[in-house]
């Protein structure tokens, strides 16, 4: 897929700084006409690689703050969107959610949406006032998955972050959450059991990768004999934790890569007391909020030493879920910071190995 050139995309409605760039661009224009005049600086043409993003998003000369003040004057909010070529959750984001539709009306009408690049060149300016690349930007923020979305109020704060693809009416209930400004009275966990309440999920069967016991999770003075960690976050009332669990850890390839793990299930919504891998005793829902828990289902990932290394949220696809597994464990997440590198590296290996694989499946 390739983005259509910014300079290509409709503006919106001309105001504050757009409207000057938009006067002097037609008076450069006539007086081209006329004489031969003073070669006009080009626009940024867009970056290698670049992902198709709908004609509706901002036309944007990726500065920042500046955007935040423009978004303010028309009673909206920032939205910057992070993809890359090739990433189906940003396809599916981008002609589903983003396509023609209700989702799509919403979006325009409460949010000034901007696309980056993960791996692009273009010069953003960003809410510190320095200036990076988009790929400088993207490793600045951490970011790990695509679609990544940065949600910003009005003052340049940011409010809410998403780090990879959530289900047409999981992401619904996450924009309200947003445009209502709800981040200031609750949680978004709390937020989404409230706005799109779920059945109890039925009973679990064997899960056999589990701790059957998860009151102790140190890590810390086992001797060198501790393994990495992995807890898994999650509501009694969850579909999409009970799809992680039924397709991403019980698919065949992912088998070899749970053996190296503990792997703790703790529930922040009932009461219980335990030991966390850096040895504190707390309870699930305190830690839970130390940890900045957003979403059910989110795996975090500790190391041997009881420190996280690595966590993913959303709804993942299976061959994502296994890749996580095999970041940590493979000790990748300590040699190369960025998941997507690895992630690219590892599609070209099992490739060349003969294994078929869909990103998306």
Request: glycine share 6%; net charge positive; charged share 25%.
């Amino acid at each position: 897929m390739q983005r259509l050139p910014r300079t290509l995309a409709p503006p919106r409605a001309p105001a504050g700084r757009r409207a000057a760039v938009a006067a002097l661009a037609g008076l450069a224009a006539a007086g081209a006409l006329a004489q031969a005049a003073p070669a006009v600086r080009p626009a940024p043409q867009p970056s290698p690689h670049a992902i198709d993003v709908p004609r509706w998003f901002t036309n944007s000369l990726l500065d920042i703050p500046d955007e935040v003040r423009e978004a303010r004057a028309q009673g909206r909010r920032v939205m910057l969107y992070v993809g890359q070529d090739g990433c189906p959750y940003c396809k599916a984001l981008l002609k589903g959610h983003f396509g023609p539709g209700a989702l799509a009306e919403k979006a325009q009408k409460h949010f000034v949406a901007i696309a980056l690049n993960l791996w692009g060149d273009l010069d953003v300016t960003w809410i510190d006032g320095v200036t990076r690349s988009e790929k400088a930007l993207a490793r600045h923020l951490g970011v790990q998955f695509t679609p990544t979305l940065l949600f910003f109020d009005t003052d340049g704060r940011l409010v809410q972050r998403l780090d990879g693809y959530l289900a047409p009416e999981r992401f619904a209930v996450l924009m309200d959450f947003v445009i209502e400004r709800r981040e200031q009275t609750l949680s978004l966990a709390e937020h989404m059991a409230e706005r799109l309440p779920e059945p109890p999920s039925p009973p679990a069967r064997a899960r056999p990768y589990l701790m059957r016991d998860a009151s102790n999770l140190a890590r810390a003075g086992q001797a060198g004999r501790a393994r990495p960690l992995a807890v898994f976050f999650e509501s009694d009332a969850c579909r999409a934790c009970t799809q992680l669990h039924a397709e991403g850890m019980a698919r065949g390839p992912i088998q070899p890569l749970l053996k190296g793990f503990d792997i703790a299930r703790l529930v922040p919504g009932r009461p219980a007391q335990l030991t966390t891998p850096d040895g504190r005793r707390v309870d699930a829902r305190s830690w839970a909020r130390d940890l900045n828990i957003k979403l059910y289902p989110t795996v975090v990932f500790f190391d041997a030493r009881g420190r996280e290394v690595f966590r993913f949220d959303g709804d993942l696809r299976p061959f994502h879920v296994e890749s996580a597994f095999d970041y940590v464990a493979s000790g990748a997440h300590a040699r190369e910071p960025q998941f997507q590198r690895f992630l690219q590296a590892r599609v070209e290996h099992l490739r060349t190995q003969g294994r078929v694989v869909d990103l998306w499946k």
